[in-house]
């Protein structure tokens, strides 16, 4: 395991401590009772001087432990902030469709069949605008992502009637419609599904509305390319 540079300073410090230490006591241990009296007092004076040295690289140790868990409470705050920003770019690409999600949610179906053989009415030509009537309904319920056969809405789709096709995300598309949306279950149906709600207004044009629960609904990313020409940010 690799030493970080404040663990290392230390471990120098404390093995010099150790040394001179080690020496001066073997100096006195060799010398024993021979040694005069004045030679005495200068090891006594020496070792007064590594005590004091020894107090003094104690604190720098000290200090050098407190930077240590300083860098280490700053490293772990760090990592909170790029945390943090790595969590909100992820939902800030989520919002704008640029990742696929999952979760749960519902798959709901739209399709009609014709009244009579050879009959060419079809509602959704008729009535494309109850699509975005189902979506707003969705996004009022809570939903937190929705595609339609696979193509991800986001706040610039369009859905609008060209000639005989429904357009969304500029590709066209004929019935079925499916809707698979990411949310809470239950409050999306219910929404829906309301007294004088917008499956009987579906249903009021022939148009018929299948709803399935899923625990996992897959919603791919908004493929296309999203440019702001006028719209700028505004520095705070």
């Known amino acids: 395991m690799k030493l970080k540079k404040g663990q290392l300073e230390i471990t120098i410090i404390s093995i010099v401590i150790g040394i001179m230490i080690v020496m001066q006591y073997k100096s006195v241990t060799q010398l024993g009772g021979a040694v005069s009296n004045t030679r005495a007092q200068e090891l006594a004076a020496q070792l007064s001087?590594?005590?004091?040295?020894k107090k003094s690289l104690n604190t720098q140790i000290n200090n050098l432990k407190d930077k240590i868990e300083e860098y280490?409470?700053?490293?772990?705050q760090d990592n909170r902030v790029v945390e943090d920003l790595r969590k909100d770019t992820q939902e800030a690409k989520i919002l704008a469709g640029q990742t696929a999600v999952k979760g749960p949610g519902i798959v709901i179906t739209l399709d009609y069949i014709p009244l009579e053989e050879g009959d060419d009415f079809n509602p959704f030509l008729m009535y494309p605008e109850y699509l975005l009537i189902l979506l707003?309904?969705?996004?009022?319920?809570g939903a937190e992502a929705i595609s339609i056969n696979d193509q991800r809405i986001i706040s610039t789709s369009e859905i609008r009637l060209a000639g005989n096709h429904i357009v969304i995300n500029g590709q066209k598309f004929s019935h079925p419609f499916i809707f698979k949306v990411i949310?809470?279950?239950q409050t999306m149906e219910s929404a829906i599904q309301l007294k004088g709600g917008v499956v009987e207004l579906l249903n009021s044009v022939y148009i018929q509305v299948n709803i399935k629960r899923?625990?996992?609904v897959v919603i791919p990313k908004y493929e296309g390319v999203i440019e702001y020409e006028y719209a700028k940010p505004i520095e705070e």
């Open 49 to 53: 001087v590594l005590e004091k040295e």
């Open 72 to 76: 280490e409470n700053q490293f772990v």
């Open 136 to 141: 707003n309904e969705l996004n009022s319920a």
């Open 183 to 185: 949310g809470d279950s």
């Open 214 to 216: 899923e625990q996992e």
